[in-house]
């Protein structure tokens, strides 16, 4: 591949569908990695009917216990979990794929190796599957955080960034970064510290993160999805309910402390009525990645600061709007997220009544991204800033942050007013939202493709859900579940309270 810049993209877009990049198969080949690898990513089109599994893809073999047939000790029945997402299945059938500087670094993008063969069986033509008293049912890789960066770090094979991180007009020569939590980590004072792995916060089987909100309705869309085996005997309730009430529980207690400390760096210890004065939050980063990390569209951590007498609030900065989950900060430059953008592309975008394209129009189009305008997320303890610029986990602006910082200030003025009773009162929280308001509505009005049994291509939801608003396509679905939610509530990862002692005389 030799030229990766913009005209490159343009050109993919003015070709046929057969000729164009398989824009489902670069994102199914993390999501639903079964699926990717069974060859479910894409329909077939007229020129490549192989694109549904006759060609491409490789039967992984699993026992179920739904098939009539006497399981294969060695090719058991083909796998049913193309539809499943991530599971303990796959991951334990993951191996060292040994393709970044000879295995040094995660390949990314997905590139993972695979055994075709369920893991808890014992079959010889997996070198290596066999150990004293059974089958091997874990890889030495699956402990290591480059398991988790092969699908934690992802490019765009496609495009060159256009992001000018020092803003001379030069942008880094690199393939557009998408993701960089892998890369974050491995810059970073964590890959030498005990207890520095991605499994050791990330507890395996249970992995907790900040996505909570989804997890409370995923029912509502999928039912009781477990009611196969309870109609087989199992001793199992047919709901998933109470299981992923207490994930969200797990994940709250996680991100609640685990994830930052908020420290006041500076206030002053009284003031009087009408008397001005400041007051300096530190958020330092704990994780071993920037905070927040992942892939950024949507995702904003911010402060939420209260300050307060008997008398009334003084002043309140970093609330969220609860009619349309708008966070409400007197400066965005605050809140802390990665801010992308699809440049240079004219009137392919959406234009809006005016005939211009909207900041949000050009910042949700994940394949066409191609230039970061802002990257203020906290970086790791003891970052290598160096190698952060020039592999694409950019610090934007990039005086923002110095080598090896972890932390960020915010500072806030206030006047106390002249009716002003008892001492004054402070409290700062720092605050995650997963899907911004925008986010979510760009997702609800560009996913629009009717399902079948509304005439339409698209999948039908799931007949068992229970999904109020009747939804006609799966955007619609979403913003249901987000809107019940409460817009895709904040979660708590902080929190710190302080006192100014109020004085009359």
């Keep these: 591949m030799t030229d990766l810049g913009l005209s490159t993209a343009l050109d993919l877009l003015d070709k046929t569908e057969e000729e164009q990049a398989v824009v489902g198969d670069f994102c199914l080949r993390c999501h639903s990695p079964v699926g990717w690898l069974e060859g479910f990513s894409e329909p077939p089109n007229a020129a490549e009917p192989h694109l549904r599994g006759d060609f491409w893809g490789a039967s992984l073999q699993e026992f179920s ?24 299945d796959f991951c334990h059938r993951v191996i060292d794929n040994q393709k970044d500087a000879g295995g040094i670094k995660a390949a990314g993008n997905g590139g993972v190796f695979v055994t ?21 049912v874990m890889d030495p890789f699956q402990r290591e ?44 004072a964590f890959p030498d510290k005990a207890g520095g792995r991605c499994q050791d916060c990330h507890r395996p089987m249970r992995f907790p993160g900040a996505q909570t909100w989804m997890l409370t309705h995923l029912e509502r869309l999928w039912g009781p999805i477990d009611q196969t085996w309870t109609d087989l005997g199992y ?71 209260r300050i307060w007498t008997k008398s009334g609030t003084i002043l309140e900065d970093g609330a969220v709007d609860p009619a349309s989950g708008e966070v409400l900060v007197a400066d965005h430059d605050d809140i802390f997220e990665m801010h992308a953008l699809a440049e240079g592309y004219g009137d392919l975008l959406d234009e809006d009544s005016d005939g211009l394209v909207t900041e949000h129009e050009k910042e949700f189009h994940f394949v066409l991204l191609n230039k970061v305008v802002k990257d203020n997320r906290i970086p790791p303890e003891g970052y290598d800033k160096a190698a952060y610029m020039a592999q694409g986990a950019f610090i934007i602006p990039a005086d923002e942050y110095a080598d090896g910082q972890n932390w960020a200030d915010r500072e806030y003025t206030f006047t106390v007013p002249a009716n002003a009773r008892g001492n004054i009162k402070l409290e700062a929280k720092l605050m995650y939202k997963t899907f911004s308001n925008h986010y979510e509505d760009f997702l609800a009005e560009k996913d629009s493709e009717p399902t079948v049994s509304h005439g339409g291509h698209a999948r039908d939801l799931p007949a068992a859900g229970s999904m109020t608003s009747n ?3 799966w955007g619609e679905a979403l913003k249901e579940i987000y809107e019940v939610s409460g817009n895709g509530p904040a979660v708590q990862f902080a929190r710190k309270k302080t006192e100014i002692e109020l004085n009359r005389e």
């Design 65 to 88: 216990p739904t098939s009539a047939e006497a399981p294969d000790p060695l090719h058991n029945k083909d796998s049913e979990g193309h539809m499943d997402g991530i599971t303990c």
């Design 471 to 473: 939804p006609q396509h």
């Design 145 to 188: 955080s480059e398991l988790c960066g092969t699908c934690h770090e992802v490019t765009n094979p496609f495009l060159m960034t256009l992001t000018d991180p020092d803003g001379d007009g030069t942008p880094v020569n690199v393939p557009h970064p998408i993701e960089r939590t892998y890369t974050e980590w491995y810059n970073s």
């Design 235 to 305: 001793d199992v309730t047919s709901s998933r309910q109470a299981a992923l009430d207490a994930r969200v529980l797990d994940n709250l207690d996680f991100v609640d402390g685990a994830t930052a400390r908020i420290s006041v760096v500076n206030q002053p210890e009284s003031l009087r009525p009408g008397d001005t004065g400041s007051v300096k939050f530190r958020i330092t980063n704990l994780t071993g990645h920037k905070l927040p990390t992942g892939y950024g569209e949507g995702r904003q951590m911010w402060l939420h600061v």
């Design 116 to 136: 075709p063969y369920e893991f808890f069986t014992a079959n010889p033509e997996w070198e290596g599957d066999m150990q004293p008293g059974g089958p091997r």
